[in-house]
């Protein structure tokens, strides 16, 4: 009765006071009116029967009652509980699912192009009386009670943020059921570890001795075929109680059989203090694949700042960095126009450069993540297709002569009036992709693209720090972030498919004074850096203003045509800057380079076919020595 009482959304003011005045205990005992209804006076009868119809519902359980015994105070914490709970409860997210829930019973609305036509479609259903739209109102709205009820009730007060997923109210329950000395063993999403919604939780477990076992693995489709391959999921062990005198936590990552646990190389242990180093913000654990992984990574941690620390409680930043997303591409898609839309419904006419006109004002590209590549804003176009419910837009790879033509610009789904965008005074604008996962080609991939729109699948990061060809800006810390060895360390964060702020905050970088005071024979890191960035990313017209911001221009002040697209330049090119990163670093160690290159196999097989060799691990070894010998502008063989 009074969990029933409390999950109800109660809106009329009559019945707010009602349930306060049983709850009070006005009708009498609270067991009395639960056992008797009839008793009570008629008008909170109806109370009691939504109460009634909920609890049928719902199905209601409480641990203590269908236990008897186990517990000596129910309301206390240390009296009593289970030795253990083992299971492996729900995966998914407490937030109804609109694709999903539509796609078997209305996949016209599931299909729908934007979350503002999905809107439309439903709120037709809703206008016609169709039963659906009631079936989906009242899913809805059993959604959100339970959200709210996870994130009001108390139960759950370290992982009922965010967007609530079951797993996670599993895992804290299950520590809340055992006594003091019992262990929880779950097997779970591996974000339990990982996620910023879990990370007040698992710092704790984590920094207070607690965690006894991390074993994270990679489906690959080899435990559960229908779920995606890259997700990754954990057996996570843990006790109740802290304890000063506990082992390190066992560890191990990214495991495709039990029998790698054997294996010490793949699975060693880690200290309260390891998690702390690594994650200075969120404790949360990072995922080292090998114990060389794990050495190597906490040896950058000892020697660079990270980008954001605000392990002090006061925040800290090797560069002055702001972030920000744009447009959300589901709450924002009222803004959003297709290039039909544009013609039809705007009045709206072309200006060249991707760009429109119309009576309300200028239209620009909606850039997106599938759009670009690292040093690449023209790496793809975007179509639909409306018979892909999960993913409609779909990227198409630019061909060798639209990247060769300076002319050649990318089609955009969607464009958004100029004066709507954060930054519309802005030349260009620094951008990642946000959607990865650490199995892909590359994780962390940057680019800076045109002053236009960005939707949150494309994070900004600004800088203050940015004042055209005389000081170190924007261009050093994009290279910074497509260095290899920066994704290497990048790839030991990343659990799920998208890299989140709290993790691109917690990377080691290198501060901007090291451009400047750090010499390769006659040029400063600087130096070097800036020319690579500007002939990398002024490939097209349409960089110009970047060009002009980094002092490219003639006598007359014209900005410079731009460089042409040559794939083996571009090649030595991101060789060189990661050699510079790697001596920046501090990772110098041939084997060690190496082994990092061989971290990334997708990209050594598509090299191995095109050149019978991993070409930019072996001109990034030769560029490492170049510029050791104080050599930066020599061209390497190979």
Not at 554 to 569: C, I, K, M, Q, T
């Amino acid at each position: 009765l009074v969990h029933g009482l409390q999950w109800l959304d109660l809106r009329q003011k009559t019945d707010k006071i009602t349930r306060k005045n049983i709850l009070m205990g006005i009708f009498g005992n609270l067991i009395d009116v639960a056992l008797n209804p009839d008793t009570v006076p008629p008008e909170v009868a109806p109370l009691l029967k939504q109460v009634e119809r909920l609890v049928t519902q719902e199905r209601f359980f409480h641990w203590q009652v269908a236990f008897p015994g186990l517990w000596h105070h129910w309301t206390g914490s240390n009296g009593g509980g289970f030795d253990a709970v083992i299971g492996n409860p729900p995966w998914e997210r407490v937030k109804l699912q609109q694709v999903e829930w539509f796609a078997a019973r209305q996949p016209r609305i599931a299909k729908a192009q934007r979350a503002a036509d999905r809107k439309r479609l439903i709120q037709a259903l809703k206008d016609a009386g169709d039963p659906l739209a009631s079936a989906f109102a009242q899913a809805e709205q059993q959604a959100a009670a339970t959200a709210r009820m996870a994130r009001s009730g108390g139960d759950y007060p370290l992982l009922s943020g965010g967007d609530v997923n079951f797993y996670s109210l599993f895992v804290e329950r299950a520590m809340a059921l055992v006594k003091p000395q019992g262990m929880v063993g779950l097997l779970v999403p591996s974000g339990i570890a990982s996620d910023k919604t879990a990370a007040k939780f698992f710092r704790r477990v984590a920094t207070e001795g607690r965690l006894r076992v991390l074993y994270d693995f990679e489906n690959r489709k080899i435990f559960f075929p229908d779920v995606h391959a890259s997700f990754k999921f954990c057996i996570f062990v843990a006790s109740a109680s802290a304890s000063i005198s506990s082992p390190p936590a066992r560890c191990a990552f990214f495991l495709r059989s039990t029998e790698e646990l054997a294996n010490p190389e793949h699975c060693f242990t880690l200290t309260a203090e390891d998690f702390v180093r690594v994650n200075p913000n969120t404790g949360t654990a990072p995922i080292f694949r090998s114990r060389r992984d794990a050495e190597l990574t906490m040896g950058i941690y000892q020697r660079l700042p990270v980008l954001v620390d605000r392990s002090t409680g006061e925040e800290k930043k090797a560069w002055p960095v702001k972030y920000s997303t744009m447009f959300h591409m589901t709450n924002d898609s009222h803004l959003f126009r297709t290039k039909e839309e544009l013609e039809e419904q705007e009045g709206a006419f072309p200006l060249g450069g991707n760009r429109w006109d119309s009576p309300k004002g200028e239209w620009v590209p909606l850039y997106e993540g599938k759009m670009v590549q690292a040093f690449d804003h023209r790496a793809a176009s975007v179509v639909v297709n409306p018979n892909n419910q999960h993913r409609p837009a779909q990227p198409v790879p630019a061909t060798l002569p639209q990247h060769q033509d300076p002319g050649w610009l990318p089609d955009p789904q969607f464009w958004v009036l100029k004066g709507k965008t954060s930054f519309p005074e802005a030349t260009c604008l620094l951008t990642f992709k946000d959607v990865t996962a650490p199995t892909n080609v590359r994780s962390m991939i940057a680019a800076l693209v045109p002053g236009f729109g960005a939707g949150n699948t494309l994070p900004v990061i600004s800088t203050s720090a940015w004042n055209g060809q005389t000081a170190v800006g924007m261009e050093a810390l994009l290279a910074n972030l497509n260095a290899i060895l920066f994704d290497y360390i990048a790839r030991q964060k990343i659990q799920g498919q998208h890299l989140n702020w709290f993790i691109l905050e917690q990377l080691p970088v290198i501060p901007p004074d090291h451009y400047t005071t750090i010499r390769f024979g006659p040029k400063t890191a600087a130096e070097i850096v800036q020319a690579a960035v500007l002939e990398l990313t002024y490939t097209a017209h349409d960089m110009a203003p970047f060009a002009r911001d980094m002092g490219h221009v003639n006598a007359a002040g014209e900005v410079l045509p731009p460089f042409p697209w040559d794939e083996a330049r571009r090649l030595h090119l991101r060789a060189k800057l990661d050699a510079l990163f790697f001596h920046l670093y501090g990772v110098t160690n041939r084997d060690d380079v190496r082994y990092i290159y061989s971290t990334f196999p997708i990209v050594e097989r598509q090299e191995a076919d095109l050149y019978d060799c991993y070409r930019s691990r072996d001109l990034c070894l030769a560029y490492m020595n170049a510029l050791a010998a104080g050599q930066p502008d020599v061209v390497v063989e190979g």
